[in-house]
């Protein structure tokens, strides 16, 4: 079936740095997408959330950019600070669904400091 | 505002027992799911509740999983008789309306024997 895919990984920034963190999903009936962080023994917690009818949406040192043509979407994260370092998913609407979301496995961000 | 909360947050438990996890989700918030989570799938979602009632079960395992909401600020998932191949973390999630953010307990790491 389609799912959202995070590319594996691992990104490693210094403290200060800007983190981009990207997610391809294949469901182009998708229209709702968003960015959770789960912290180690924590559960998922909701960073940003973007619309299919937007292509960017900003938060409080967080950007969300959606691009529909090539169905990618990635998070960015100014200043990271040593608190960011977590497990970063994207999940989409499952085709457009009122209530399904499909998640991506996940990115680890650490931060160095 | 509390969040969701879910208890107990570890649970050790010997293959063939009965396991009950407990949520309660945000005051307010209609809908309900239960996810699990792990190292190889991922989240997956288990079923999911509107107003009290299960709309879509279809990531229910097999019998041996059953959820209930005997009303809105209560939910149960139960496994009986539990296997090993169940140890995962299982979250519970709630949102005001069905297609709004979902936001997540802390989890339940279940443990088989």
């Known amino acids: 079936g389609e799912s959202v895919g995070l590319h594996l990984p691992t990104l490693s920034v210094q403290e200060g740095d800007n983190s981009i963190i990207n997610c391809a999903y294949s469901n182009s009936a998708s229209d709702y997408f968003i960015w959770y962080k789960q912290e180690s023994g924590k559960g998922p917690q909701f960073i940003i959330d973007?619309?299919?009818?937007?292509d960017k949406r900003q938060g409080q040192r967080v950007t969300v950019l959606l691009n529909k043509t090539v169905k990618h979407l990635s998070l960015q994260i100014a200043a990271t600070q040593p608190g960011d370092s977590a497990v970063y998913f994207c999940a989409e609407n499952s085709g457009g669904s009122n209530y399904k979301l499909t998640f991506g496995k996940g990115t680890l961000l650490t931060v160095n400091p | 505002d509390a969040g969701v909360i879910q208890s107990p947050r570890h649970e050790v438990t010997e293959m063939g027992q009965e396991v009950t996890l407990r949520c309660k989700p945000i005051?307010?918030?209609?809908?309900l799911f239960w996810y699990r989570q792990t190292m190889m799938r991922g989240l997956e979602l288990l079923i999911y509740?509107?107003?009290?009632?299960?709309?879509?079960d279809s990531g229910m395992p097999e019998d041996r999983f059953s959820a209930k909401m005997p009303n809105a600020s209560f939910s149960t998932l139960k496994i009986q008789p539990s296997e090993p191949r169940d140890s995962a973390v299982y979250f519970c999630?709630?949102?005001?309306?069905?297609?709004?953010?979902?936001?997540f307990g802390p989890g339940t790491r279940l443990t088989v024997l």
């Open positions: 509740f509107n107003n009290n009632v299960p709309i879509d």
């Open positions: 999630a709630s949102t005001r309306r069905d297609a709004d953010t979902q936001y």
């Open positions: 973007i619309r299919s009818n937007m």
């Open positions: 005051s307010g918030h209609n809908s």
